[in-house]
């Protein structure tokens, strides 16, 4: 079965400064999407950025990179410049290939930034 | 502009009610749609899968004649929470699939609907 982990409960960050929040997960599969979404007070669900495993180059979003290690199994999410909005929680997500359709998502960092 | 909605947004029923939740699909038709169920502070957990024109998949674990989903049309999924209790309270979040382009899909989420039963 897929597993998705996110060690840090908690995070905070300066604003202006960067934070990396970590992701692992484990999977025999080697056709796999991987996922970051952000869950604000509001509680909506807001996809941050997305790679698919193929891809060896790491997603960029604007402010919003990932450190992808296929081989490590590792996922992790930089934010740089943060500022007040990213204050929120984010989830790491992973959904095997394009057609599957189950997310299995870890159990959230809570990021606070701190003015 | 948002992609699903849901209905209500919050919701108290005392023990014992029904209550139905609504999600719609806002700006696509959705032959699938997930719901799911998030404790406080805790992550998204897959309740079903429901397709329309057919009867939902139940995750293990989730009993399917105390979580009623229809898939009643290509834009509205509902989910009713039968003879609710307590511990059934919950912040509930349905999904879209969104139709496949270039290979590829999105899962769009709702707003969500927080349900307390007293």
């Known amino acids: 079965a897929q597993t998705v982990t996110q060690s840090q409960p908690e995070m905070s960050v300066q604003e202006a400064e960067t934070v990396t929040l970590s992701c692992t997960y484990d999977?025999?599969?080697?056709?796999?999407?991987l996922f970051w979404y952000k869950q604000p007070p509001s509680r909506q669900m807001i996809l941050v950025i997305r790679q698919e495993a193929y891809k060896q180059q790491n997603a960029t979003e604007n402010r919003f990179s990932v450190n992808f290690q296929k081989a490590a199994k590792s996922f992790s999410l930089k934010i740089s410049d943060s500022q007040l909005g990213d204050a929120a929680m984010y989830f790491c997500?992973?959904?095997?290939?394009?057609?599957?359709?189950?997310?299995?998502f870890g159990t959230g960092t809570s990021l606070t930034v701190i003015p | 502009g948002a992609v699903v909605s849901q209905h209500p947004s919050r919701v108290i029923c005392k023990s014992g009610t029904s209550v139905k939740i609504e999600c719609r699909s806002l700006?696509?038709?959705?032959?699938?749609m997930f719901w799911y169920r998030q404790f406080p502070k805790q992550s998204l957990m897959l309740m079903a899968t429901s397709n329309e024109g057919s009867k939902a998949t139940y995750e293990q674990g989730v009993e399917k004649d105390k979580f009623l989903i229809n898939h009643a049309s290509l834009t509205l999924s509902t989910l009713t929470v039968t003879s609710a209790h307590p511990e059934d309270s919950s912040f509930y979040i349905c999904?879209?699939?969104?139709?496949?382009?270039?290979?590829?899909?999105?899962?769009?989420f709702g707003p969500g609907t927080r349900l307390t039963v007293t």
């Open positions: 999977t025999s599969e080697s056709d796999y999407y």
């Open positions: 999904s879209l699939k969104s139709p496949s382009r270039g290979g590829t899909y999105e899962q769009y």
């Open positions: 700006d696509f038709q959705a032959t699938t």
């Open positions: 997500a992973y959904r095997r290939s394009n057609t599957g359709n189950q997310f299995y």
